[in-house]
């Protein structure tokens, strides 16, 4: 048990002999002794009001004799001048504080300095007409006192896992029903990844659902130092190399109310990443910005609160060190990030529940993130595909001329989707007979030419068809599976596209059982090979239901709204009254995408038996686990197309690799070249779909010039040439945490002019991709960090120190460039992806300065269920070194030929002699200009599994 050693002004923790790794500060602001220091100011101000008394009554008797009583009277007239109460509260001090250092007291919409000073807080606003009710974020006109009333810590003691302690709070806040005494439990969880949670020890709260990594006993040697304060209670967390605050909750706004709660930390740097879903800049501006969190259908617009809630960010700190923040918690919320720089956290209930992770380098932080969430799941093969879907085919006859019509063009082409014009009334689980009696030959067509087929559900069931008519109601009734209105009697019901509809409650124990059921019987009609869930928000018409919300509910109409769209948890959703098996829809309304994720993933499995395939629009941390998203409702605009970028990065950071956005916009009519720079740039998303709405115009590729679709061709058969590459990267994901696509600052997190960089992305460490994102331009102002690259279509050498360069970028073309010092794998590509996976292998090697690079392949069945688990796969690295390159069979797991056809070599300083592979003479072309060499027609196997031929290295060329 630690001892405390009091001093004038600190109190410090003595370790134990055992704890001596530890290093825990403990302060008392202001003095040693907290009640002596309480007691002492409540004498001085009596004192100082007897003496004040005093001399009022002698200014009095004065007044008196000159005839001035009555001014005196009128000067202490109610509302003139106001006296603290010494007894139930410490009078403010106000100091002028620089507004960036102001954090904001007085949230609400209705703010008067009579309410900001009711608070105990400071009021600070313009005496012209300039004042507004509802000030601008940047300028807190109310804000926190220097002294305001602080939770205090008490019983700091070693625990099995860390530091526990109590905080106590003497004054309540000004929210109703504060949580007096609360327990902080601090665990010291690995080397990189500090725990800590703040929550009620006598009453039972709200915690998120989610399975993490159980408390183990704390690491010894750690990355990170802890300190704590007594009065106010704060938390600081520290890099120990640098001394860094990353994380310091030293600011007096600490507020645990049951329905509103708020935690501010400063920030290590204004490089601040994530907090999602929303649109706009990859970097978060710290000057006042305001991310709210609350799953909403809502077209993808700056400022608002969108489909999904992620509270975690990744910061870059100024010397290039990386970090990581999560807040397990699910409710309502919100964050604001003011330049001090520092964020607040707001959110509606639950408990506290912090992650910290130390990196060091980005793609750590989110390593150690996704220890904590999950890994992504690994999707089908063919999921890496082009896909195509639009909202209005007509009918059977329309959706196959659009299918012909993509052969007869041959741009490459994987899967074909449907929206909701499939189904009979817009119900889930029917076939519109009339329309699309010809969809199951139209996929088994699709499966013969090794396509596939994917179609839309949204979680709304009909509940007026009546009695006996729809099935996927009745049974829902039968096993009581659907959400209860707020008294939890009868379902809630909301509006969408079938018109009345009940919403399944995916924590009920028999979900899955009901969701694998009605997928199961809708399969042996319709053969789908995954599934796209749209609408699971969830969203409806409605404001709240059909009924509306309760009126004198707290859970409908809380004491506190975050800044969310309409200013309402109802708004195109259910009452947060609603009541679902596992508790409140109010705790769990952002988890609703995410566990129908789960539910639909699980069903997949036992009705395919195959990877499953799942794209959803609402999502949470840790639904990479099960699927992919999309990023809604884009506009067919440039701006959407750059903000797709920063979209797709936000979510590779989550931990949701298999992402993208609609190619050539949802809503709007694209033009040609819009739509012709899309697919460009679409056919490097990790998840490449070209999808638009009802009435709008064709956007396939094949409906425009020849031109266009020459481009498109050409940019999705790069595609499909390197997607063995992509293909390793989603494992390196789903088995190590790694990201797909990247933003420069990944890999060059020391080199600063990276941090603001959005417009350009990197499939892995490897490939940098440059597109056009504006109309009429044919040139594209890349950045280069500091090392080789190589154009990818000529091999040109690029030696960068980090400078921009501006680069041709016609029509029909997206700059790629490849990183020196990798050897990526590739295909001979064909036009689906199933049908490459039978063509031959090759790799390109692009050579450092030195003459190193190195890279591996993944290769495995591409759809069974966990093969890395069971061993089912192969797994090449290669690497190259003194004028050779070998691979190595690191695994053999998968029973397949793999044929080597073509080796490339980038930078090769002159021509080679000969070529040699495994001893025999090749053949090869040498480009002089660029330093290109490349060797074809090989038949090297990778792995010859007829013959069993699978040396542990293999010297494939020597030049």
Known sequence: MPSLTKGNKYMFLQPDAEEHHDKVILKVKGGANLHAQHNSTRVRCCYRILCGLLLLLGIALVAYQLNLMMYVAKFFQPGIWGMPDCQTSTPPVCKLIPIPERFDC???????EEKCTARGCCWNAPVDDSFLALPPLDVPYCYYPENYTPYKMEDLHVTETGYAATLRREVPSYYPRDVMKLALDVRFETTSRLHFKVYDPDNKRYE?????????????????????????????????????????????????????????????????YGLGEQTGPLRVNTNWTRISMWAR???????????????????VEDDGNSFGVFLLNSNAMETIIQPLPAITFRTLGGIFDFYIFLGPDPGSVVQQYLDVVGRPAMPPYWGLGYHLCRWGYKNSTDLRNIIDRMRKSLIPYDVQWNDIDYMHKSMDFTLDKARYSELPDIIQDLHDNDQHYVHILDPGISAVQGSGNYPPFDEGMSMDIFIKNSTGNDPILGKVWPGIVAFPDWTHPRAVEYWTRQISNFHKTVSFDGLWIDMNEPSSETTGSVAGCEKSSSYDYPIYTPGVADNSLQARTLCPSAKQYAGLHYNLHNLYGLMEMN???????SVTGKRPFIISRSTYSSAGRYGGHWLGDNESIFKDMYYSITGILSFSMFGIPLIGADICGFNGNANEELCQRWHQLGAFYPFSRNHNSVGMSAQDPASFSQAMQNSTRAALLTRYLLMPYLYTLFHEASSQGLTVARPLFYEFPKD???YGIDKQFLWGSALLISPVLTQNT????????????YDFYTGLRLASEGKYAVIDA????????????????????????????????GILVALSDSGLARGQLFWDDGETVNTYETGTYNLVTFSAAQDTITSELLHVGYKANMLLGTVTVLGTPSRPQSVTVNGAKADYEYDSEHKVKSAASLKHFLYNFNQQNYLNKTMLYTF
């Not at 001979?828 to 996976?837: D, G, I, V, Y």
Request: proline share 9%.
């Open 106 to 112: 007085y949230p609400e919409n209705d703010l008067t």
């Open 208 to 272: 998120v659902p989610i399975a993490t990594p159980p408390a183990g006993k704390k690491v010894q040697v750690r990355d990170y130092n802890v300190n704590f304060t007594v009065v106010p209670f704060s938390i600081v967390i520290t890099r120990k190399s640098t001394g860094a605050k990353i994380f310091d909750t030293g600011f007096p706004a600490m507020i645990y109310a049951d329905q509103f709660l708020q935690l501010s930390t400063s920030l290590p740097s204004h490089n601040i």
């Open 297 to 315: 259908d809502h077209f993808p617009v700056e400022h608002a609160n969108l489909y999904g809630v992620h509270p975690f960010y990744l910061g």
């Open 599 to 605: 539910t639909t993933h699980r069903a997949l499995l």
């Open 752 to 754: 600063r002019e990276t």
């Open 778 to 789: 044919v040139k594209v102002k890349a950045y280069f960090p500091n090392c080789i690259w």
């Open 810 to 841: 016609p029509m029909d073309k997206i700059n790629l460039h490849i990183r020196g010092g990798y050897i990526l794998p590739t295909q001979e590509p064909a036009l689906q992806a199933m049908k490459s996976r039978k063509n031959k292998f």
